[in-house]
T-cell receptor
Framework: AQTVTQSQPEMSVQEAETVTLSCTYD???????LFWYKQPPSRQMILVIR??????QNATENRFSVNFQKAAKSFSLKISDSQLGDAAMYFC????????????FGTGTSLTVIP | EAGVTQFPSHSVIEKGQTVTLRCDPI?????LYWYRRVMGKEIKFLLH????????ESGMPNNRFLAERTGGTYSTLKVQPAELEDSGVYFC??????????????FGPGTRLTVL
């Protein structure tokens, strides 16, 4: 079974600085998708960014970018110019391209943004 | 457009009681998923509906959990009888059945269930 590991339960960053959240995963598949979801306090999870495994180029969405290392099975999220609204729980997720639609999630990283 | 909604937001019950959680999907979303997060652990898949049919229920913990999706619209997840280890946050997510290679799952705010 696929597993997703987020080794940083908590992280903090100064406002306007850059922070990187780590995520590794284990799979024997070659075609899959990776996601970062954000859950602000008392609010629902929203998609931050996604990456298709067959694409070598790292995905970017404004201040959010990923470092996708397929051989190392690593999928880190970089948040640049951190803002107070970035404070949230961040979940890394994996989905197979071939064997079902379920997501496999990590345990989450709680990000605090310090003013 | 309304997002995925879940009811109730919180539920506190005693061991042995029954609780029913409800999820209302985004209109037109054929796929509906239930997930659960136990405190401090990963979010785990429970099951997947395509319209009213159960596509995959491999993540359901045991037969105390019953999920339904009548008419392919809203879904309910009933726990009967509830046990202490059922405590956690139950998330519902929905997605379209589009032709896109990657379909995003839209999550509800979750129901926090506490079993005493």
């Amino acid at each position: 079974a696929q597993t997703v590991t987020q080794s940083q339960p908590e992280m903090s960053v100064q406002e306007a600085e850059t922070v990187t959240l780590s995520c590794t995963y284990d799979t024997s598949e070659s075609d899959y998708y990776l996601f970062w979801y954000k859950q602000p306090p008392s609010r629902q999870m929203i998609l931050v960014i996604r990456q298709e495994a067959y694409k070598q180029q790292n995905a970017t969405e404004n201040r959010f970018s990923v470092n996708f290392q397929k051989a190392a099975k690593s999928f880190s999220l970089k948040i640049s110019d951190s803002q107070l609204g970035d404070a949230a729980m961040y979940f890394c997720a994996y989905r197979s391209a071939n064997t079902g639609n379920q997501f496999y999630f990590g345990t989450g990283t709680s990000l605090t943004v310090i003013p | 457009e309304a997002g995925v909604t879940q009811f109730p937001s919180h539920s506190v019950i005693e061991k042995g009681q029954t609780v029913t959680l409800r999820c209302d999907p985004i209109s037109g979303h054929d796929n509906l998923y239930w997930y659960r997060r136990v405190m401090g652990k990963e979010i785990k898949f429970l099951l997947h509906f395509v319209k009213e049919s159960k596509q995959d229920e491999s993540g359901m913990p045991n037969n105390r959990f019953l999920a339904e999706r009548t008419g392919g619209t809203y879904s309910t997840l009933k726990v009967q009888p509830a046990e202490l280890e059922d405590s956690g946050v139950y998330f519902c997510a929905t997605s379209t059945s589009g032709r896109a290679r990657v379909t995003e799952q839209f999550f509800g705010p979750g129901t926090r269930l506490t079993v005493l």
